[in-house]
Structure formats: C-alpha cells, structure tokens
C-alpha cells in the first residue's frame, strides 16, 4: 500500500544544516512535497520537486530525489530559530490526492 | 486574494453528536480537499470536491460527508461522532491551473470529542 515515512525528531544547531528525510511507496508519484507546520498554525508548502528531476534548490532549500530508492530528503542550510517547525513530506496521488508522512519535529539548538 | 478560512477554530462536541465544519478557498480555486489530522499524525485525506461533486475519497466512513457551494465554498459534515474522531481537520484549495497540485491549506478547526 502507499506510505510515506519520516523520522519523528531531527535536532541541529543553530547556523548547520539540517537534513529531513522521506521514503515513500508509490513509484508513479507525479510531485513530491515538503510542508512546513508552525504550532497554530496552518500547513505551507516550502517546496516541491517533479518525479523526473534529481535536484532542486530554492535559496537556502535544497531537495533530492532518489526515485531508485524511494528516498526524499530536504537540506535546510544555516538553519535558524525560524526554521523551528514540523516538517512533511508528501506524495502526489494524482488529483491533488496526497499521502504524508507523520512529519519531522525540527529543533533548533543555540 | 483571500487565502482559505475555516470555521469554527475550535469546538468541542460529545460522543454520538453531529458537527459541521466550514471552509471558504481560496479566491479562483474550485477544488476543495478535507484532511483529518491527529495529533503527532500527518494528515489524512478524507475527500476532495471539485465543482461541486466528490472526486476522491479516502478510507473514511459514510459518516463523513461533504457538500461544496456554486462559490466554491465546502462543509464537511460528522455524524455520530466517535471519540477517536478528535483531531485537527484541515481544508485545502486548489486550482485546475496549478500543474504542481499545491495545495493551499487554512489553519483548520479543532474538534474535541468529549
């Protein structure tokens, strides 16, 4: 079946890089997501990558795809106190139907 | 542009009850999706309208119903609730131009059931 999984916690200090990984499931995932949650509030979408690219970096984000693997991860660098959120990863299962991880809790330490 | 709202933010309701949550998207979107998010869960996704029909649905039971409105606004509607049904229940929009299927999510309702 689908299934998205995530490591629960993830803690860095402040000015290193972060690092979240994701495995997922389904081979025929068209995007794959990662979601920043804030505590009250809603989730935002921080980047997204395409099934068929290996890379993609949007300032400090930074996304690898290893479709062999089924691997998913998201460098945050010189990761900062803001950066203090939970993290999701999330699959596409075609009209706009997405299966998420439980999310990785980002700790910052100073 | 107005960005989703739902109603209410939170509630509380007791086992066996019937709710009604509300959400408004996005401006230009016509395609809403309901998620029920437990805590220290990801969301799970519970069914999504799209011009006013169900187009999907996840493993949720016919308890769980929607509408969405000509303005495409949505409610989602919980009968006989179960006390394992308090969660977070996210509305997202989206637009058929949004290639990526980024979802737009509002803050949600938090529903408690005592």
């Known amino acids: 079946g689908e299934d998205v999984e995530q490591s629960l916690f993830l803690s860095v200090r402040e000015g290193d890089s972060s690092v979240i990984n994701c495995t997922y499931t389904?081979?025929?995932?068209?995007?794959l997501y990662w979601y920043k949650q804030e505590p009250g509030a809603g989730l935002q979408l921080l980047t997204y990558i395409f099934s068929n690219m290996d890379m993609k970096q949007d300032q400090r984000l930074t996304v690898l795809l290893n479709k062999k693997d089924k691997h998913l991860s998201l460098r945050i660098a010189d990761t900062q106190t803001g950066d203090s959120a939970i993290y999701f990863c999330a699959e596409s299962t075609g009209n706009y139907q997405l299966i998420w991880g439980a999310g990785t809790k980002l700790i910052i330490k100073p | 542009e107005t960005g989703v709202t739902q109603s209410p933010t939170h509630l509380i309701k007791t086992r066996g009850q019937q709710v009604t949550l509300r959400c408004s998207s996005q401006?230009?979107?016509?395609?809403v999706s309901w998620y029920q998010q437990a805590l220290g869960q990801g969301p799970q996704f519970i069914f999504q309208y799209y011009r006013e029909e169900e187009n999907g649905r996840g493993n949720f039971p016919p308890r769980f119903s929607g509408l969405q409105f000509p303005n495409y606004s949505s409610e989602l509607n919980v009968n006989a609730l179960e006390l394992d049904e308090s969660s977070l229940y996210l509305c997202?929009?989206?637009?058929?131009?949004?290639?990526?299927?980024?979802?737009?999510f509002g803050e949600g309702s938090r529903l408690t059931v005592l």
């Open positions: 997202a929009s989206s637009g058929t131009g949004a290639s990526t299927g980024e979802l737009f």
């Open positions: 401006s230009g979107h016509n395609t």
């Open positions: 389904d081979s025929s995932s068209t995007y």
